[in-house]
């Protein structure tokens, strides 16, 4: 049976959605290892549109499900449609979005709310046991949803200290194609571009969180 | 001494700009290859803007260039600053947009215009005698500005009947991962999504296109 893994989106475009290339490399080693993908994003508005040139914001509203779609080719679904049983894992690439759409931790930090969708999602996900993988800033969901999680958010950052000393995560420092599995809460993390790397170190993070979910799902 | 390509992208997302998964794919092949790469795109509006949900168009307006820079994560120039003795070979994903923005062959066909900026580009770098590749729906731009140039835009097609018929070019019908090459002008062409193809059969033609690519320099 092949195995089916539910990716979460979170708009098009790292500083005001999800990073594109964590998206598309990940599609890429899950389909390499013979994963069924299928997409979800909230229904909901960007916090912000941002100039991907200038770091500006732009006078404009647009929707994080409609954006999100434009990294699949338009197969996508509301994540409010989101069906724990039909999906073996939860995937969910980083870029702002993550952090500005799927939760406000880009702005709240420790205070963060996250959204009902994904809070559903993730948490219904995490009670029928089944692994989450998420990379670059989106562990930090992870770490404001369940207590003491062992996550990586890549090295020394605010966004480190924070998940560590205000939400009582372990961090882990990591480096490139590094992945860190908390067993018990049965989460895979990697850094990604919360480190300055090169689109050649996020293949080798996507075919290493592949990896580990691989070996995961074969235990379970 | 590294090598330098130049991609020229055309918005981001396949019904109105530049294919993610091309482009984001074809960077990783370049990457990995040890190409440096540096982005350009025309500065100008997009045809359209496409909701890629529902393959309807949207009451907005969105620049080329703008939002080309998302998949570049910022890094991307106008195209009017290409400076053809920078680089060793010019490169051009597909998506819509490179037939809606890049040119106008998807709805005026082989009376096509193509955009300024592209057309002083690909004429310029044709004239210095280095290579051109490019992707999908892309090759029709090739098609386009030299007489009888020998590309693919994959299997039968009312676009491929157009630039065999109406533009002189020799169309090669090819299917996944293949790699048309014209050698008296210099051309690699590859169909990538004008075929019904997996994201894994995309980054099997772009890394064949690089090949090619890395041949041509080789023997430059």
């Known amino acids: 049976m092949t195995k089916r893994v539910a990716m979460i989106l979170s708009g098009c475009g790292v500083y005001d959605g999800a990073e594109i290339h964590e998206a598309t490399l990940s599609m890429l080693a899950l389909d390499q290892a013979g994963y069924a993908v299928e997409f979800f994003a909230p229904d909901v508005d960007q916090m912000h549109v941002i100039n991907h040139m200038t770091g500006d914001e732009m006078n404009e509203t647009r929707n994080v499900l409609i954006e999100s779609s434009r990294i699949t080719r338009g197969k996508i679904r509301p994540l409010s449609e989101y069906e724990v049983y039909d999906f073996d894992a939860l995937y969910l690439p980083g870029g702002f979005g993550a952090a500005k759409n799927l939760c406000d931790f880009a702005v709240k930090g420790a205070d963060c709310t996250i959204q009902n969708d994904v809070m559903e999602a993730v948490t219904i996900t995490h009670e029928a046991g089944k692994p989450i993988a998420a990379l670059c800033i989106a562990p930090a969901i992870l ?69 580990a979910l691989e070996k995961k799902l074969l235990n379970a």
Chains 1, 2 share one sequence.
């Open 143 to 211: 770490a404001k949803l369940f207590k003491g999680a062992k996550i990586t958010l890549g090295g020394a950052s605010d966004a480190a200290t924070t998940v560590q000393n205000d939400l009582g995560a372990h961090h882990v420092q990591t480096t490139h194609g590094d992945v860190v599995i908390d067993e018990a809460l049965n989460l895979i993390t990697s850094p990604c571009y919360m480190l300055d790397a090169s689109i050649t170190q996020i293949y080798d993070s996507a075919q290493n969180v592949v990896k």
